[in-house]
T-cell receptor, first 113, second 111 residues
Framework: QKEVEQNSGPLSVPEGAIASLNCTYS??????FFWYRQYSGKSPELIMS??SNGDKEDGRFTAQLNKASQYVSLLIRDSQPSDSATYLC?????????????WGLGTSLAVNP | DGGITQSPKYLFRKEGQNVTLSCEQN?????MYWYRQDPGQGLRLIYY???????QKGDIAEGYSVSREKKESFPLTVTSAQKNPTAFYLC??????????FGSGTRLTVV
């Protein structure tokens, strides 16, 4: 079983719709959770970080964490063509200062005009 | 502007040759990381360093070497022992305990 799993996609949604991206992880002691966006040929950029159960909202993005079920999701409201990218989920189970993350393979999102 | 600078953007290596990838940051970040990204394999950690003059191996350190003589700099050498070096190499940094910030990457190709 992979430590961090994501559906590879592609996930295709129409412009203006809600895109829902999911990530499951295997280590119950995981403490920090991150969503990065990566455009083709570019480096990842941080979208959201979440550390406690529940929802965290930032503009059109909402991260949801459920530690009991070991999943973290990212919702993108009012999806735009510029949101088309690969979304990487990363998990840190070491806590403290160590940012040695475990990465999923990413979900490809296509937002169609 | 503060940021992480990776150079070169594209690099071509001949068989049996060592090459060094540069990573410099002016963010005053303590920790620095090197990742390798291959299609379909996600990000894999090569080496990381949390303080000057100290670094640890990541998951795929074989065939690579690093140094951390200055807080701002964390160069990665791809040695001839790395048999399949063609990949996208990403350098990242962070203040201790904070979120990773990535440089723009170096794409290495063996010719």
């Amino acid at each position: 079983q992979k430590e961090v799993e994501q559906n590879s996609g592609p996930l295709s949604v129409p412009e203006g719709a809600i895109a829902s991206l999911n990530c499951t992880y295997s280590d119950r002691v995981s403490q920090s959770f991150f969503w990065y966006r990566q455009y083709s040929g570019k480096s990842p950029e941080l979208i959201m970080s979440i550390y406690s159960n529940g929802d965290k909202e930032d503009g059109r993005f909402t991260a949801q964490l459920n530690k009991a079920s070991q999943y973290v999701s990212l919702l993108i409201r009012d999806s735009q063509p510029s949101d088309s990218a690969t979304y990487l989920c990363a998990v840190n189970n070491r806590g403290g200062n160590n940012r040695k993350l475990i990465w999923g393979l990413g979900t490809s999102l296509a937002v169609n005009p | 502007d503060g940021g992480i600078t990776q150079s070169p953007k594209y690099l071509f290596r001949k068989e049996g040759q060592n090459v060094t990838l540069s990573c410099e940051q002016n963010l005053n970040h303590d920790a620095m990381y090197w990742y390798r990204q291959d299609p379909g394999q996600g990000l894999r950690l090569i080496y990381y360093s949390q303080i000057v003059n100290d670094f640890q191996k990541g998951d795929i350190a074989e065939g690579y070497s690093v140094s951390r003589e200055k807080k701002e700099s964390f160069p990665l050498t791809v040695t001839s022992a790395q048999k399949n070096p063609t990949a996208f190499y990403l350098c990242a940094s962070t203040p201790l305990g904070a979120d990773l910030v990535f440089g723009s990457g170096t794409r290495l190709t063996v010719v």
